[in-house]
T-cell receptor
Framework: ELKVEQNPLFLSMQEGKNYTIYCNYS?????LYWYRQDPGKSLESLFV?????AVKQEGRLMASLDTKARLSTLHITAAVHDLSATYFC?????????????FGTGTRLQVTL | KAGVTQTPRYLIKTRGQQVTLSCSPI?????VSWYQQTPGQGLQFLFE???????NKGNFPGRFSGRQFSNSRSEMNVSTLELGDSALYLC???????????????FGNGTRLTVT
């Protein structure tokens, strides 16, 4: 059974600081997603990582994937308050065009002034 | 382009009743998935449909069922409701192309079900 572990579960950081969220998973997969969820809202897609060594960047967020280590990271650069949200990684264990995501527990990010 | 639409937004039901939730995917998306989100268990996969066929199913009891129609719209049904079924139910649609899956799942706003 695929297990996806995220850490930390909660992250309080000051504006302007850098930090990394880690996502470890237990079985081979080359499809990993990062989502953001604001309180009371739905999930917003941030990144799709499809191959070993993939790196995607959008604004102050950068995600990478190491399929050999079964590890993805979400790096936050110079955090701003607007980034406060819960971030989930999700690993797709289905094959071909099917989909079956296993989500991590989420990292609740709080950016303080 | 309209996003994933889920109805109703909120539902309150009593134990033992049944409930049907509806999901309209983004136009052109033929894959529809359902997820349950609770504070204790997090986000859990329920099932995925493509072209009216269920392709994957999560570890939920048979009380949870779903279907997809020819226009890709999907419904999820939960029978004999239990208190533990209280959750946010999220529907997601995805564009499937070629032999792979290269696009993310796009989630709706969810249906919040409360079982009393």
């Amino acid at each position: 059974e695929l297990k996806v572990e995220q850490n930390p579960l909660f992250l309080s950081m000051q504006e302007g600081k850098n930090y990394t969220i880690y996502c470890n998973y237990s079985t081979t997969s080359d499809r990993l997603y990062w989502y953001r969820q604001d309180p009371g809202k739905s999930l917003e897609s941030l990144f799709v990582l499809l191959s070993n060594g993939a790196v995607k960047q959008e604004g102050r967020l950068m995600a990478s994937l190491d399929t050999k280590a079964r590890l993805s990271t979400l790096h936050i650069t110079a955090a701003v308050h607007d980034l406060s949200a819960t971030y989930f990684c999700a690993v797709d264990s289905a094959s071909g065009t099917a989909s079956k995501l296993t989500f991590g527990t989420g990292t609740r990010l709080q950016v303080t002034l | 382009k309209a996003g994933v639409t889920q109805t109703p937004r909120y539902l309150i039901k009593t134990r033992g009743q049944q409930v049907t939730l509806s999901c309209s995917p983004i136009s052109g998306h033929r894959s529809v998935s359902w997820y349950q989100q609770t504070p204790g268990q997090g986000l859990q996969f329920l099932f995925e449909y493509f072209s009216e066929t269920q392709r994957n199913k999560g570890n939920f009891p048979g009380r949870f069922s779903g279907r997809q129609f020819s226009n890709s719209r999907s419904e999820m049904n939960v029978s004999t409701l239990e208190l533990g079924d209280s959750a946010l139910y999220l529907c997601a649609s995805s564009l499937v192309s070629g032999t792979g899956r290269y696009s993310p799942l796009h989630f709706g706003n969810g249906t919040r079900l409360t079982v009393t």
